[in-house]
């Protein structure tokens, strides 16, 4: 029978929030909010255990919503994001879709997602002063912002050229963290403001009642996402792209049409690039791997003699109509997060966790069928629901792996890396380590360690 000690303590800095012990007072968790905001502890969620024959059932009734298994769900995700980005580019089965359609690599994002609305359910149980909640927040996204700013809107230029500064006027103002923040501000919001803390929840039409204005939520944003994707209209527009020297290329796209969903003419692109500026959106498409954009398709390659005039255009993967959808994947999260804090047996928590994440898969593969394709790039209603619905599948595997059979030395890695999934994308994902390595070299620039460790290989 496994006995686990959960010790509370919380990473601010962290994608992905910590939550607050069970049986604290109101005021105390309230304290621990804003502690959250204000001054980061040094660890994320430490739970040790000490497990007397491991692999046997333990009681079915949990002390704590405080599970060792979203760090390792986490560290897991922080592992398949830096397996992407090291060997994506040699094998298109791992790398992102190019347009329609999934794949691995494509789960990495709303598996994120997923993660913060389940922790923010557990942080914010209950919560004595809801301004003060508020306020830290909206702090704490602003942090989180900021941060994506600098580290994915062109402050490091690249690992090649050895650069940094902000150009601002070509500065990308959406990425991987700002989209997190915005989800994460949102939903949290939804969290403090939006609930019935009188309905009692002892089954899943009761959770569902209780936290109804959320499904609410969840059902505006995602009609607000359909309207604008089918009904706006998209007329032909034009761009230019840096060509020899120091000239300028112009391009015009013919478009003409409502509710495309093709890369030149769909309603996302054309909302970036009226609100942000094409000046500040993703210099490098995924749709450049098409096959109308890249002879190598599958992989980046060059252009071919008849490529459409789209194929150089700037496009966000994280832009803002593309965001609303995230912040459903968000509220998923939560409302599956409301399944720890108000199911304390283990079987009645799989339950609730499984059955919604198979209706998920079922719903994406019936719209993928009836012509509302997966797709990463637009963040589709299908893929929105596939990947909640994987993601709540693979919750619960690891639930019942780390926290109900208690097999926590398989999964040590995963967890450590969980607990640590900010600096390892910031050194990573966002090359800051590759720039620092390169950054020491002799004589000339391209005198580094990592040429002369492609040479010796």
């Known amino acids: 029978m496994g006995k686990y000690e959960l010790i509370n303590s919380a990473d601010p800095g962290d994608v992905l929030l910590a939550g607050v012990e069970e049986g604290q007072t109101p005021r105390q968790q309230d304290e621990s909010v804003k502690l959250v905001a204000t001054k980061p502890p040094k660890s994320s969620w430490i739970a040790t255990a000490s497990a007397a024959g491991a692999g046997s059932m333990p009681s079915t009734t949990v002390r704590s919503p405080r599970l060792a298994s979203l760090d390792v769900f986490r560290g897991i995700t922080v592992a398949l994001m830096i397996i992407v980005d090291d060997a994506g580019g040699f094998w298109s089965a791992i790398n992102h879709s190019p347009w329609n359609g999934v794949t691995i690599a494509d789960f990495v994002m709303p598996f994120f997602l997923f993660i913060v609305g389940v922790s923010l359910a557990l942080t914010y149980k209950k919560i004595s002063n809801r301004v003060t909640a508020t306020w830290a927040a909206l702090c704490r996204a602003l942090k989180l912002f900021i941060m994506g700013l600098v580290l994915q809107g062109g402050f490091f230029h690249g690992v090649h050229s050895l650069t940094f500064g902000v150009d601002l006027y070509n500065i990308r103002l959406m990425g991987v963290l700002q989209r997190i923040a915005i989800a994460y501000l949102l939903v949290t919001l939804s969290e403090i403001w939006l609930r019935n803390d009188n309905i009692v929840v002892d089954s899943g039409y009761s959770l569902m009642k209780r936290y109804r204005l959320q499904l609410l939520v969840g059902c505006i944003l995602t009609t607000v996402y359909l309207v604008l994707l089918y009904g706006l209209f998209v007329p032909d527009w034009q761009y230019q792209v840096p060509s020899e020297g120091y000239m300028l290329k112009s391009y015009i796209v013919k478009c003409g049409i409502r509710g495309d969903t093709s890369p030149a003419c769909n309603a996302a692109g054309m909302i970036d690039r009226t609100i942000l500026g094409v000046q500040h959106l993703y210099k490098r498409p995924v749709y450049g791997r098409t ?130 999934s900010l600096m390892i994308y910031v050194l990573v994902a966002c090359n800051i380590m590759p720039i620092f390595i390169q950054g020491f070299y002799w004589k000339e620039p391209r005198n580094n360690l990592v040429s002369l460790t492609s040479h010796l290989t």
């Not at 994440?357 to 596939?386: E, Q």
Request: hydrophobic content about 45%; charged content about 15%; aromatic content about 14%.
């Open 291 to 420: 096959k109308q954009c890249s002879i190598n398709s599958p992989y980046d390659g060059p252009l071919p003699p008849d490529a459409p005039s789209w194929c150089e255009a700037p496009f966000d993967p994280e832009g803002l109509m593309s965001t609303i959808m995230a912040i459903v994947t968000c509220l998923v999260g939560l409302l599956f997060g409301h399944v720890i804090v108000h199911f304390k047996d283990h079987k009645d928590r799989i339950f609730q966790l499984t059955v919604p994440s198979f209706w998920l898969l079922a719903l994406a593969f019936c719209l993928d069928f009836f012509g509302m394709h997966m797709n990463k790039a637009l963040y589709t209603v299908s893929y929105t629901c596939i990947t909640a619905g994987a993601s709540g599948l693979l919750f619960a595997g690891i639930y019942m792996l780390v926290d109900v059979y208690g097999y926590r030395k398989l999964t040590y890695a995963m967890e450590w890396m969980g607990k640590h």
